[in-house]
């Protein structure tokens, strides 16, 4: 039997994503039936979701939620599905959810390996970029304290990880306030980044919300 899957993940395709295909299919054949939208939309977006993860996280059956299980510290990492290609000049956006936060103990990054499953991959991994809750930015696993921020995740808040290929830095978005957080963001041809989330306090919680690119 034929599967609707990949009609149903085209679906969930953000707004922007919608419109670059809607776009480049006015320009080629102005007349085309929603059906034609939706072959071409499936074939052009590529679902974003948790993939993999270590001990001590549980991915969700829809694999948008990632949480954590058991108190530990940053020995499991949990992994998104796509790879990004870093010598390009896409603009990168993943947009998610702090479900639960018990005031510390979460980092988001990018990393360029996805073996660190049961370690950190803030260590585990070079390159690789990422920050945490008090503000600390780790890259290549080493604390730079001139990238230091206030707090930066509370729980409800609603954030985006922008990772801007063209000026090869990263940026963090929260109430419509853009913040570059690291830049000089490696960009080779052998090099190519996931998204990546550890966390250590029982019941935290993220939500991947939205993801697109430019």
């Not at 939706?38 to 590529?46: N, Q, S, V």
């Not at 954590?68 to 896409?90: A, D, E, L, P, Q």
């Not at 049961?118 to 503000?135: K, L, R």
């Not at 230091?148 to 306030?177: T, V």
Request: aromatic residues 14%; hydrophobic residues 35%.
């Amino acid at each position: 039997m034929y599967s609707m899957q990949p009609f149903i993940l085209a679906k969930e395709a953000s707004e922007s994503t919608k419109s670059v295909v809607y776009g480049y299919l006015r320009r080629i054949y102005p007349l085309f039936s929603d059906l034609v939208f939706y072959i071409c939309l499936m074939y052009y977006y590529e679902s974003e979701y948790f993939d993999k993860c270590g001990e001590g996280h549980i991915i969700s059956d829809d694999k948008r939620t990632v949480t954590r299980s058991v108190f530990g510290v940053w020995n499991s990492t949990v992994y998104c599905h796509k790879w990004i290609n870093s010598n390009t000049n896409n603009i990168i956006t993943w947009t998610f959810k702090i479900a639960k936060n018990e005031d510390r103990g979460i980092a988001v990054g990018i990393c360029s390996s996805d073996d660190c499953l049961n370690g950190d991959f803030q260590a585990g991994t070079v390159p690789s970029y990422s920050i945490c809750t008090n503000g600390y930015m780790f890259i290549g696993g080493l604390y730079t304290p001139a990238h230091q921020y206030e707090k930066l995740f509370e729980q409800s808040n609603i954030i985006s990880i922008i990772l801007d290929l063209k000026q090869a830095k990263l940026c963090y978005k929260l109430n419509d306030k853009l913040k570059d957080l690291i830049t000089g963001i490696t960009k080779r041809d052998d090099v190519r980044y996931k998204f990546a989330i550890a966390m250590t306090n029982e019941g935290d919680c993220i939500e991947l919300m939205d993801h697109f690119v430019q």
